[in-house]
């Protein structure tokens, strides 16, 4: 079993920034991949940014340039610095883990952001 917990949501004006945190813990060495998504009200959840193993990004292509994930393997720790944020980020935002047999999922953070 894999726990995740995530930390840093918030409220924040247009064009501010935050930086989210996802922390690992448990059956973490079989973890293939990470990564953060998102869902708004009404809409479904979507991919915002993921880390392979190997240290290969993907992201979205809403938050190219704006976003930016990163691990520390030290901390076992998975973040995302979002910068510029505007209102269509506003979304709960959800760490996920993958091993070879199940998705992982954290109880997400709220995002808010005022225009």
Do not use: H
Not at 19 to 27: E, H, K, Y
Not at 28 to 42: C, E, H, S, V
Not at 75 to 90: F, G, R, V
Not at 104 to 115: E, H, K
Request: aromatic share 8%; with cysteine; hydrophobic share 35%.
């Amino acid at each position: 079993q894999v726990r995740l917990v995530e930390s840093g949501g918030g409220l924040v004006q247009a064009g501010g920034s935050l930086r989210l945190s996802c922390a690992a813990s448990g059956s973490i060495f079989n973890i293939i991949r990470m990564g953060w998504y998102r869902q708004a009200p009404g809409k479904q959840r979507e991919l915002v940014a993921t880390i392979t193993r190997d240290g290969i990004i993907n992201y979205a292509d809403s938050v190219k340039g704006r976003f930016t994930i990163s691990g520390d393997n030290a901390k076992n720790t998975m973040y995302l610095q979002m910068n510029s944020l505007n209102p269509e980020d506003a979304a709960v935002y959800y760490c996920n883990a993958v091993d070879p047999r199940i998705n992982y999922w954290g109880q997400g953070t709220q995002v808010t952001v005022s225009s």
